[in-house]
């Protein structure tokens, strides 16, 4: 599968974002879907996952209650609503995907096989 992340730019802190992940390929509803960040100077750090169907999602500590992570595998897409952003989520935003990836695995970067391109996000105070 092929990943290609879209949607980041320039917003006040307060402000909101919806980052897309536009997936090529068959079979995206088989898929994990992740969004990881990376700040520069920074590790990489996960941010929020959805299971194959988006009923299941789990979130990092820093972004619960205001971030969503959600898909359509109609169109092939997940999506992630960043609401209230904080100078401090300024980062290049990746999404991921796997067809293995099980319970808190979803927060390791290195289960992951499929990467996009990254999308910048940048949050001014």
């Known amino acids: 599968v092929q990943l290609q992340a879209s949607g980041g730019g320039l917003v006040q802190a307060g402000g909101s974002l919806r980052l897309s992940c536009a997936a090529s390929?068959?079979?995206?509803?088989?898929?994990?879907m992740g969004w990881f960040r990376q700040a520069p100077g920074k590790e990489r750090e996960f941010v929020a996952a959805?299971?194959?169907?988006?009923?299941?999602?789990d979130y990092a500590d820093s972004v619960k209650g205001r971030f969503t992570i959600s898909r359509d595998n109609a169109k092939n897409t997940v999506y992630l609503q960043m609401n209230s952003l904080k100078p401090e989520d300024t980062a290049v935003y990746y999404c991921?995907?796997?067809?293995?990836?099980?319970?808190?695995?979803?927060?390791?970067?290195?289960?992951?096989?499929?990467w996009g391109q990254g999308t910048q996000v940048t949050v001014s105070s």
């Open positions: 959805c299971n194959w169907s988006g009923g299941s999602t």
């Open positions: 390929g068959r079979s995206f509803g088989s898929y994990f």
């Open positions: 991921a995907a796997d067809r293995n990836v099980y319970g808190s695995e979803s927060a390791k970067w290195y289960k992951y096989a499929y």
